[in-house]
């Protein structure tokens, strides 16, 4: 049995949420934060170099902490709540795009599914089908130029209604959350199990490529007047489809640097450009950040795919082995059996 999400499964969030990986926007930096004490002993040093200086600063910081930690105490309840007013009030204007068709998808990316699928290894043959940008980054056209534009049409109207937003963490302001306004189960779902399975299993049966199980999928949104970039983090996934849809733009490429806990600037990085209608395929612990546009908008579908049995081991966020808290939906894709 499948609930409305498309759930089989119960999923769990690692209870690290509601301590570890705290974006603090002004400093640009991730913190944990478990007691006042411990937070001073960890990060005054960095803070004061990063120019909070006076305890009039601190305090800011201690504050906006204890409301993001509010937040997210609260988030799946606010979460479950905007989903059911959105579904009781948004009337969709495109409402053909949150199921998904074949004829959605780019004829090279079904080329490149198949090829997979009448595969059990990888073989050479896969990466003449894709580019490979940087170290295990691949590039490769997924929708149809014409499916971004309705499925932006679709955004905007929803952006433009009344309904409730949540919005995808605290890095990214002005994004959607997919699965609030119905994509998971219908689109993103089949997306994920028919069409990128079958591409994972191949190139990432290292980092839970071929046990995907689970995603959090949302929309980010880069404009002059609201969010200009992203700063460098890993996601919350073991692989992440990252696609441009649109609008025009200039700039805003993606930077690759090293895997986990590898300081920006010890460290080659390289860029990566988007370009409207295509995907780069990513693991999820692989450091990245997006530049600033410099005109435009840019608007892109973010999937963080995720494998329980991977995750179930080591929580990527705390890195420890993690303590299960049940929620609804996919929650992080932790899970018990395995
Ligand atoms: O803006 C982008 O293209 C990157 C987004 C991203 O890395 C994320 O949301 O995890
Ligand atoms: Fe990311």
Redesign the pocket.
Known sequence: MTNEEGETSQFYICDCFTTDNIFLNDYKLHVSFVTEQQFRLDYETILRRSGCVTEQQFEDVLNKISQEVDRRKHLRETSVQRAATIKEQYQPLHPHVYNLQESYLAPKFKEIVDYCRSRNTREEGLLDLLVEEAARVYRFPVFEKRFCEELLEELEHFEQSSAPKGR?NT??RYGILLNEIGFDKNFITPLREQYLHPLTSLLYPDCGGHCLDSHKA?V?K?DLNEDLD?SY?Y?NAEV?L?VALGKDFTE?N?YFGDMRQVPLGMTECSEVE?RVSEGLLHRGQHM?G?LPISSGQ?W?L?I?MRASQERNKLCPMCNRKPTLVKEDGFADGFTKSC
Do not use: C, E, K, Q
Request: glycine share 4%.
């Open positions: 995808p890095m990214n949302f980010v880069y992203l983090h996601d992440t990252n805003g993606l988007h990245h997006a840019r892109n973010i963080w």
